[in-house]
């Protein structure tokens, strides 16, 4: 079983940063995949970008240049840096986790609790 650890979230200005972090522990022998998603109110929930263990990135076209995913591989925890936040980015996020289960060599995926971000004047 693995556990997600979510924080960060808040209301910011127009203009401003919010850094989100999420934690992953239990059993766990690999990462493959640590992504961001969003879901603002009435709409599905989407991808804002998600890292590889090679360090890949890959970004919605909505926050490229402006947010940063990056992942601590000693610490299991990946972040997203938001910089220049707009109105629009006003959501619910939640971080996802895929790799290798230490108890039976499983795949797993694993959803944080969801963080709320506002972006409001």
């Known amino acids: 079983q693995v556990q997600l650890e979510e924080s960060g979230g808040g209301l910011v200005q127009p203009g401003g940063s919010l850094r989100l972090s999420c934690a992953a522990s239990?059993?766990?022998?690999?990462?493959?995949?640590m992504s961001w998603y969003r879901q603002a109110p009435g709409k599905q929930r989407a991808l804002v970008a998600s890292i590889s263990s090679g360090d890949s990135t890959n970004y919605a076209d909505s926050v490229k240049g402006r947010f940063t995913i990056s992942r601590d591989t000693a610490k299991d925890t990946v972040y997203l840096q938001m910089n220049s936040l707009k109105p629009d980015d006003t959501a619910v996020y939640y971080c996802?986790?895929?790799?290798?289960?230490?108890?039976?060599?499983?795949?797993?995926?694993?959803w944080g609790q969801g963080n709320q971000v506002t972006v409001s004047s």
């Open positions: 239990g059993s766990i022998f690999s990462i493959d995949v």
């Open positions: 996802d986790v895929g790799g290798k289960s230490s108890r039976d060599g499983g795949f797993f995926t694993s």
